[in-house]
């Protein structure tokens, strides 16, 4: 049986109707969630402990991909671009924040993949000299440059201490170290410490920014990602 003319027209406005409220609601939960691109120099350091730390941060209005390459600097830099067009190619979706994760340490191109960055509209959760540095700040301040292997001692003994277990080892890649650093350490400190630390430098050459992190930044916006909605 058809449709005579004026019913054809009434099923047209009740689907236009449809259609215009589906995109609405689509529109509604876009606007209500932040996905965040983080891609890290590491495969397993920086990786584990961000997947820790949205694990344990629960939130309806955040979405995460969390990359981590082998690669440092300007290379990773690099990377994170082809990764975002592949990703939002492949999903139909673009990302709200994506953030480069690396550290300075013997790399002559840190201040160009910095630069780099900014100029794709990324954002560098640089630390320098090492990623280390941000776990240590959880229990003091430290406003002298130091090794990697320094900040290691210096995280061991202070982990020993706190622990009252003087066999505990530092292990790069450790999936624990978030819960440690949330079990014996004050992340608030870390936070406050490193934002002492920025408050020490002026100009752009970052490579003598020691030390110095911005991880406490890509944190932040983990933990509170409800605060970029609201920036939208």
């Given at each position: 049986?058809?449709?005579?003319?004026?019913?054809?027209?009434?099923?047209?406005?009740?689907?236009?109707?449809e259609?215009?409220?589906?995109?609405?609601?689509?529109?509604?939960?876009?606007?209500?969630?932040?996905?965040?691109?983080?891609?890290?120099?590491?495969?397993?350091?920086?990786?584990?402990?961000?997947?820790?730390?949205?694990?344990?941060?629960?939130?309806?209005?955040?979405?995460?991909?969390?990359?981590?390459e082998?690669?440092?600097?300007?290379?990773?830099?690099?990377?994170?671009?082809?990764?975002?067009?592949e990703?939002?190619?492949?999903?139909?979706?673009?990302?709200?924040?994506?953030?480069?994760?690396?550290?300075?340490?013997?790399?002559?191109?840190?201040?160009?993949?910095?630069?780099?960055?900014?100029?794709?509209?990324?954002?560098?959760?640089?630390?320098?000299?090492?990623?280390?540095?941000?776990?240590?700040?959880?229990?003091e301040?430290?406003?002298?440059?130091?090794?990697?292997?320094?900040?290691?001692?210096?995280?061991?003994?202070?982990?020993?201490?706190?622990?009252?277990?003087?066999?505990?080892?530092?292990r790069?890649?450790?999936?624990?170290?978030?819960?440690?650093?949330?079990?014996?350490?004050?992340?608030?400190?870390a936070?406050?410490?490193?934002?002492?630390?920025?408050?020490?430098?002026?100009?752009?050459?970052?490579?003598?920014?020691?030390?110095?992190?911005?991880?406490?930044?890509l944190?932040?916006e983990?933990?509170?990602?409800?605060?970029?909605?609201?920036?939208?």
């Amino acid at each position: 049986m058809g449709y005579s003319r004026k019913e054809e027209i009434a099923k047209l406005r009740r689907e236009r109707k449809e259609a215009k409220a589906a995109k609405k609601r689509k529109e509604n939960i876009r606007e209500k969630l932040v996905r965040f691109l983080i891609v890290c120099e590491g495969t397993k350091t920086e990786p584990h402990y961000f997947e820790a730390l949205i694990n344990n941060c629960i939130s309806a209005v955040r979405e995460v991909t969390i990359e981590g390459e082998g690669r440092a600097t300007v290379a990773l830099v690099d990377r994170t671009q082809e990764i975002k067009v592949e990703l939002e190619r492949k999903n139909a979706m673009t990302f709200d924040r994506v953030w480069v994760v690396f550290d300075k340490d013997d790399f002559e191109d840190f201040n160009e993949a910095i630069k780099k960055a900014h100029k794709l509209g990324f954002h560098s959760a640089w630390t320098n000299e090492a990623f280390e540095l941000w776990y240590y700040l959880h229990f003091e301040y430290l406003d002298t440059g130091i090794s990697r292997s320094a900040y290691i001692e210096k995280l061991e003994e202070v982990f020993r201490n706190r622990m009252g277990d003087e066999t505990f080892k530092y292990r790069k890649g450790n999936p624990d170290i978030y819960s440690l650093l949330q079990q014996y350490g004050r992340e608030d400190l870390a936070k406050r410490f490193a934002q002492q630390l920025r408050a020490l430098y002026t100009g752009i050459d970052y490579a003598t920014h020691k030390p110095c992190t911005m991880v406490d930044k890509l944190v932040e916006e983990l933990e509170h990602p409800e605060l970029l909605l609201i920036k939208k």
